[in-house]
């Protein structure tokens, strides 16, 4: 089973970045997948949810509007498209696949700095 996320990097206050999560190893459609971040002294939080086939999706109040959730099943693959970033946006994100079994991504720094 594998989680490889992609995309962080350095970007500009109220620039945009997007996060990519490649699954393997495990039946990617059946799964409900979210992505996370954790900010130095900080506890994980929940920043997206998606349902298995992209119905229903939640946010965290913090990027509601900002930041859209997707998934391709046919390409295992979950996406975070981030928009108008802050500086408070800066952390690690990691991708998290959750049905009969709990997996993790190894996370993709995001910075959001001038």
């Known amino acids: 089973v594998q989680l490889v996320e992609s995309g962080g990097g350095l970007v500009q206050p109220g620039g945009s970045l997007r996060l990519s999560c490649a699954a393997s190893?495990?039946?990617?459609?059946?799964?409900?997948m979210s992505w996370y971040r954790q900010a130095p002294g900080k506890e994980r939080e929940l920043v997206a949810r998606?349902?298995?086939?992209?119905?229903?999706?939640n946010y965290a109040d913090s990027v509601k509007g900002r930041f859209t959730i997707s998934r391709d099943n046919a390409k295992n693959t979950v996406y975070l498209q981030m928009n108008s970033l802050k500086p408070e946006d800066t952390a690690v994100y990691y991708c998290?696949?959750?049905?009969?079994?709990?997996?993790w991504g190894q996370g993709t720094q995001v910075t959001v700095s001038s």
């Open positions: 998290k696949a959750a049905y009969a079994y709990e997996y």
């Open positions: 998606i349902s298995n086939v992209g119905g229903s999706r």
């Open positions: 190893g495990f039946t990617f459609s059946s799964y409900v």
